[in-house]
T-cell receptor, first 112, second 112 residues
Framework: NAGVTQTPKFQVLKTGQSMTLQCAQD?????MSWYRQDPGMGLRLIHY???????DQGEVPNGYNVSRSTTEDFPLRLLSAAPSQTSVYFC???????????FGPGTRLTVT | AQSVTQLGSHVSVSEGALVLLRCNYS??????LFWYVQYPNQGLQLLLK??????LVKGINGFEAEFKKSETSFHLTKPSAHMSDAAEYFC??????????FGTGTSLTVIP
C-alpha cells in the first residue's frame, strides 16, 4: 500500500494564481482531511470529508475549496493564492471520523 | 471547540534521561487522545492513542502516555531518551466528532 500520497511536494505560486493540491489514499478510508502547518501554530484543519460526496469546513476554510467524488481522492483547491497561504499542507485519512489519521508527506507551498 | 495545550514549545534532555512532554486538553465528553511525531520534512506518524480501556497506553519506540481524566492530561513519557527521538511531537484530541484538534507542538532536542 502506498498509504496517503500528495502531489506536488513543492510549489511556488504568484499572488492571484489558482492551483490544486492532490491527495489520494489506497486504504479505503472514509474520512479524509486537509491541514495547514505554520510555525508555532500546530496543525489547523482546513476542510474534511466523512465520505464520498460529503465535505465540511474546518477551522480555517477561507480561500480553499474541496470536493470528494471518490473514496480515494480529496483535492484541495486554492482559488486565488495569497501570501498568507504560504504554508505546509498535509492531507490525512482515517477509517472513520475520530479514529487515528494517517498523514501524507506534505506539500510545501510558497506564494509570492 | 476543543483546545489542546502543550506546555513547553522546546524541551531539551540528555541522552539516556527521562523524556516528559506535557499535554492538557479541554473536553466535555470522553475524548480520543493521540500523540504524533514529526521528523524534519516528513509527515506525522502516530506514536500512540487512547480510546477506551486501560489508561496507560504504550506506543512505538518505547513511548507511553497516561490518560488522567481528573487532570484532563495525556502526558507522553519515555524512560531513556535516544538521539533518534529528536523530533517535533504533537498531541491531538478527537471528541468522537468529525474533527481533530492539535496542540502547537513540542520540539524535543536530545543532547549527547
Amino acid at each position: 500500500n502506498a498509504g496517503v500520497t500528495q502531489t506536488p511536494k513543492f510549489q511556488v505560486l504568484k499572488t492571484g494564481q489558482s492551483m490544486t493540491l492532490q491527495c489520494a489514499q489506497d486504504m479505503n478510508h472514509e474520512y479524509m482531511s486537509w491541514y495547514r502547518q505554520d510555525p508555532g501554530m500546530g496543525l489547523r484543519l482546513i476542510h474534511y470529508s466523512v465520505g464520498a460526496g460529503i465535505t465540511d469546513q474546518g477551522e480555517v476554510p477561507n480561500g480553499y475549496n474541496v470536493s470528494r467524488s471518490t473514496t480515494e481522492d480529496f483535492p484541495l483547491r486554492l482559488l486565488s493564492a495569497a501570501p498568507s497561504q504560504t504554508s505546509v499542507y498535509f492531507c490525512a485519512s482515517g477509517r472513520l471520523a475520530g479514529t487515528e489519521q494517517y498523514f501524507g508527506p506534505g506539500t510545501r507551498l510558497t506564494v509570492t | 471547540a476543543q483546545s489542546v495545550t502543550q506546555l513547553g514549545s522546546h524541551v531539551s534532555v540528555s541522552e539516556g534521561a527521562l523524556v516528559l512532554l506535557r499535554c492538557n486538553y479541554s473536553s466535555s465528553v470522553p475524548p480520543y487522545l493521540f500523540w504524533y511525531v514529526q521528523y524534519p520534512n516528513q509527515g506525522l506518524q502516530l506514536l500512540l492513542k487512547y480510546t477506551t480501556g486501560a489508561t496507560l497506553v504504550k506506543g512505538i519506540n518505547g513511548f507511553e502516555a497516561e490518560f488522567k481524566k481528573s487532570e484532563t492530561s495525556f502526558h507522553l513519557t519515555k524512560p531513556s531518551a535516544h538521539m533518534s527521538d529528536a523530533a517535533e511531537y504533537f498531541c491531538a484530541v478527537s471528541d468522537t466528532g468529525n474533527q481533530f484538534y492539535f496542540g502547537t507542538g513540542t520540539s524535543l532536542t536530545v543532547i549527547p
